[in-house]
């Protein structure tokens, strides 16, 4: 996870009951949805229902590498245009098959279009292919995938001539940062997909750890995982503590291997002159966390020849007050796009200001409360989108 270092660009209710932990919301028995007419398909990302099940791999996969590659050149509009058609895409209940199809859904520029022309042609993009064969893109992938190596740095050594990992950790004029020596370290551990199973177990880990502090703090499992993801590159969780102001100082003992720990800049005596802004300012914590095979249901996943009992795993947790729980519960869970969306829906069409503190309508001029996640959307005049269905 990078977006936090450099490159910032940016359920269910959380209702006393349901504050259990790691009650990853499954989707329900697979009815037959019938398809959305294209022509309703919605430009906004959080007025559509996107699962884990994309039916356009072959298309969105190739649209994310021009994405990256565009971010790897600061285009951030192309970038953000090929992540809103992958995103369309992602939503649709079926595979498109001519680009016919495709006529009347928002968010596909001619770009995009001539990608998927190619693809539905010749099965395979040529500029696609070209891009990912490319010396620079091969390194700024490379480097990018080191926790705490941002766009930046990644330019940086790039243009120093170096182009393996094993060129940066010896060359003896790059320092790196507390974050990205962890980021070597673990580097194997780091790049390997964490599975749900992990995942649980972490949360088991981390409740117990956090509940012989203060018995009644309240933890749930955010990101990729609570949308029904098998699969992450890490692990979110919220974490809170019913009586205001418990929440602070919160800390994890005993199981770290890497923490970064943030304190809490959010003051709510500061809220009317407040910038509504992406990243939140809640005390949190991006780690690398130690699990042992025998805490795990089934097992690591491990490589061939790793002998070790262990693996690491990056965990972020994140600790807002309970009064802003809703709001970061809906930022915490993503997906980016859904959030983004959420985001822009609310400021062009209801002249609303949203973010992972609060909701605020400048019309009314008044900050809206919210304590579930259902609120915020019936304060937007939005339909309920369940966790699961957030995969924009
Ligand atoms: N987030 C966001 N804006 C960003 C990055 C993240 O709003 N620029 C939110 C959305 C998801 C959440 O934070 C957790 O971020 P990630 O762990 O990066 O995303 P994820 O969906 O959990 O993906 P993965 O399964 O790969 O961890
Ligand atoms: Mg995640």
Known sequence: ISWFTESMRDGRPVTVESRHLIQATSPPLPQCPSPTPVAQVSQYACKRRTTTENHNKMFTDALEVLAESSEFCENEGPCLAFLRSVSVLKSLSFAVGSLKATQGLPCLGEHTKAVMEEILMFGRCFEVEKIQCDERYQALKLFTGVFGVGPKTAEKW???GLR??????????????KMQRAGFLYYRDISKAVSKAEAKALGRIIEETVHSIVPDAILDLTGGFRRGKE????????????????EKGLLLQGILLYCEHQDSTFDVTKMPSYRFEA???FQKCFMILRLAEDQVEGGLQRDLGDTRCWRGVR???????VDRYAFTLIGWTGSRMFV????????????MLFDNHALYDKTKKLFLRATTEEDVFAHL????????????
């Open 315 to 321: 965990v972020d947790v994140v600790v807002p007050p």
């Open 158 to 160: 790039y243009s120093r």
């Open 279 to 281: 990243m939140d300012h």
């Open 231 to 246: 699969y992450g590159h890490d692990v979110d969780f919220l974490l809170t503590t019913p009586e205001m102001g418990k």
């Open 381 to 392: 005049g939005l339909e309920y989108v369940e966790p699961w269905q957030r995969n924009a």
């Open 340 to 351: 983004r969306d959420l985001r822009r829906f609310a400021r062009k069409e209801r002249q």
């Open 164 to 177: 393996s990992l094993r060129e940066i950790l010896t060359e003896p004029n790059i320092k790196l940062n």
